[in-house]
């Protein structure tokens, strides 16, 4: 699959606001660190992709992911069947390309409590839509895989989140139309 460049360049200033079922989260984008993947995650909010998906992956001290649009046309329940089945068919969704890993160039690469970061497959440059935030650090995927921003507000959110939880929309603010 080719590598796609955002063409959005991304300014220092860009907050996500990921509006899930179990309240709002504010993620400060780190666009200096990871150009890339803040570009891509800006391009696809302000297109609404990730709006009415569900996370479905949920390992407890671990992550919550979401960003899969194989989950946006099934509720919330039968996200939880699905991933509860191995051959469920959740986790391998994407927006149609891939894009460049970071981690490798990223200075401040860290997966800190609530850092927010992209899930890939076992090629470094799979990653295209799926995210994870962080529940506690999480140091060991410093080198594997690329964090992109850090939760400023909502930490208690995302302790809250579960498979099957709704992302009701991702906006930017700070973000240049």
């Given at each position: ?41 800006v391009e696809l909010a302000q297109k609404g992709f ?128």
């Amino acid at each position: 699959m080719a590598l796609y460049t955002p063409a959005y360049k991304p300014n220092g200033n860009e907050v996500a606001v990921i509006v899930t079922s179990k309240g709002t989260i504010r993620v400060q984008l780190a666009g200096a660190d990871a150009p890339i993947h803040v570009g891509n995650f800006v391009e696809l909010a302000q297109k609404g992709f990730y709006n009415d998906l569900k996370f479905h992956r949920y390992v407890p001290g671990f992550v919550i992911q979401g960003g899969d649009p194989h989950t946006r046309e099934l509720d919330s329940e039968q996200v939880k069947a699905a991933a509860e089945n191995p051959l469920g068919g959740l986790g391998t969704g994407g927006p149609g390309y891939c894009i460049k890993e970071e981690y490798t160039t990223n200075p401040h690469n860290s997966h800190e409590d609530g850092a927010l970061a992209m899930a890939r497959s076992q090629m470094p440059d799979s990653a295209g839509s799926q995210f994870y935030l962080c529940l506690g650090a999480q140091h060991f995927l410093d080198p594997n895989y690329t964090v992109f921003g850090q939760t400023i507000e909502g930490l208690e959110v995302i302790d809250q989140l579960r498979v099957g939880d709704v992302i009701e929309s991702v906006t930017i603010e700070g973000a240049q139309e």
